[in-house]
């Protein structure tokens, strides 16, 4: 009696395909979470920084640009597009970024410098046209440049007879009010080297001195409002390598400046105080003692 052959098992060596094919799917089902997940975070994170942008530009503290606020928040917003948000003129609905805080809001610190930046390209209007005048606003406040060609004749402090009626109504839109002046003096890169000046530096501190005399002297301006600085060549406004950048950074700036912000009271400030106030009460009390005792030996 023959014995049956038993049959070998046969080995499938493709089983490997299987495990593979289940890691593949779960590998890519989790980069899709990943990558939606990071989208999601990015529209979050670019309107939250919208928003404090918006928030920031309306206390003074960014400098204004000409880029439009996207009016789709679904979009996610580049951080590099977040630093260049148009602020100059608002004609966008601005909560629907920033939610209305409850409360009256204090006025902002820009909001004072608003009347008088419009009031001074009012009053300049002639000037601006011409392109010896502009003025902008800046962190700091706002910034009204006077070009060497409008106003002084090359290496010159002194005025232009032909400037005096642009000053006079400057001084005139500067007079009634109390932010702080701060007159500056900038040149060029070119060396200068005369009967009175031997430097940039001279030259661009006597313009602004000069220009804070003019003020207070003859438009009678409270002397305490003004500072002068001159900084010759190293404030430059453009390049000192063409003749337009040179006659751009030739100009004296008024730096109209911002209020400071009054700190907020607190009552940790006014117990801080109070407990040196009477220790000082006390203090004299000795010294008074040992007087006494002392007259009476």
Request: proline share 6%.
């Given at each position: 009696?023959?014995?049956?052959?038993?049959?070998?098992?046969?080995v499938n060596h493709e089983r490997w395909l299987v495990s593979?094919?289940?890691?593949?799917?779960?590998?890519?089902?989790?980069?899709?979470?990943?990558?939606?997940?990071?989208?999601?975070?990015?529209?979050?994170?670019?309107?939250?920084?919208?928003?404090?942008?918006?928030?920031?530009?309306?206390?003074?503290?960014?400098?204004?640009?000409?880029?439009?606020?996207?009016?789709?928040?679904?979009?996610?917003?580049?951080?590099?597009?977040?630093?260049?948000?148009?602020?100059?003129?608002?004609?966008?609905?601005?909560?629907?970024?920033?939610?209305?805080?409850?409360?009256?809001?204090?006025?902002?610190?820009?909001?004072?410098?608003?009347?008088?930046?419009?009031?001074?390209?009012?009053?300049?209007?002639?000037?601006?046209?011409?392109?010896?005048?502009?003025?902008?606003?800046?962190?700091?406040?706002?910034?009204?440049?006077?070009?060497?060609?409008?106003?002084?004749?090359?290496?010159?402090?002194?005025?232009?007879?032909?400037?005096?009626?642009?000053?006079?109504?400057?001084?005139?839109?500067?007079?009634?009010?109390?932010?702080a002046l701060r007159i500056e003096g900038h040149s060029d890169?070119?060396?200068?080297?005369?009967?009175?000046?031997?430097?940039?530096?001279?030259?661009?501190?006597?313009?602004?001195?000069?220009?804070?005399?003019?003020?207070?002297?003859?438009?009678?301006?409270?002397?305490?409002?003004?500072?002068?600085?001159g900084y010759a060549e190293y404030r430059p406004v453009a390049?000192?390598?063409?003749?337009?950048?040179?006659?751009?950074?030739?100009?004296?700036?008024?730096?109209?400046?911002?209020?400071?912000?009054?700190?907020?009271?607190?009552?940790?400030?006014?117990?801080?105080?109070?407990?040196?106030?009477?220790?000082?009460?006390?203090?004299?009390?000795?010294?008074?003692?040992?007087?006494?005792?002392?007259?009476?030996?």
């Amino acid at each position: 009696m023959s014995r049956r052959r038993r049959k070998e098992d046969h080995v499938n060596h493709e089983r490997w395909l299987v495990s593979y094919a289940d890691f593949i799917t779960l590998l890519f089902a989790f980069f899709v979470v990943l990558y939606s997940s990071s989208q999601v975070d990015k529209r979050k994170i670019g309107k939250l920084a919208l928003s404090i942008q918006v928030a920031f530009q309306q206390l003074g503290v960014f400098e204004t640009s000409n880029t439009h606020i996207p009016l789709n928040d679904s979009e996610a917003v580049p951080f590099d597009k977040v630093q260049v948000i148009e602020n100059a003129e608002r004609t966008t609905d601005m909560e629907h970024f920033v939610q209305p805080m409850k409360g009256v809001l204090s006025p902002t610190a820009s909001a004072p410098l608003q009347k008088i930046q419009a009031d001074l390209e009012k009053a300049l209007a002639p000037e601006i046209k011409n392109r010896v005048v502009e003025v902008k606003a800046r962190r700091e406040g706002l910034i009204v440049s006077l070009r060497e060609m409008g106003f002084y004749e090359s290496g010159s402090a002194d005025l232009r007879a032909s400037s005096q009626s642009a000053i006079e109504r400057l001084a005139q839109v500067l007079a009634p009010r109390n932010e702080a002046l701060r007159i500056e003096g900038h040149s060029d890169n070119v060396p200068i080297h005369n009967a009175r000046f031997d430097s940039n530096w001279e030259l661009s501190a006597a313009r602004a001195s000069g220009l804070v005399k003019l003020l207070i002297v003859r438009h009678r301006l409270d002397p305490q409002r003004f500072s002068a600085a001159g900084y010759a060549e190293y404030r430059p406004v453009a390049s000192n390598d063409t003749a337009e950048g040179r006659a751009r950074n030739r100009r004296v700036d008024i730096v109209i400046l911002n209020p400071p912000v009054p700190a907020r009271f607190s009552p940790e400030d006014s117990s801080a105080s109070a407990s040196p106030s009477s220790s000082t009460e006390t203090g004299p009390a000795e010294p008074v003692s040992s007087a006494q005792s002392n007259s009476g030996h």
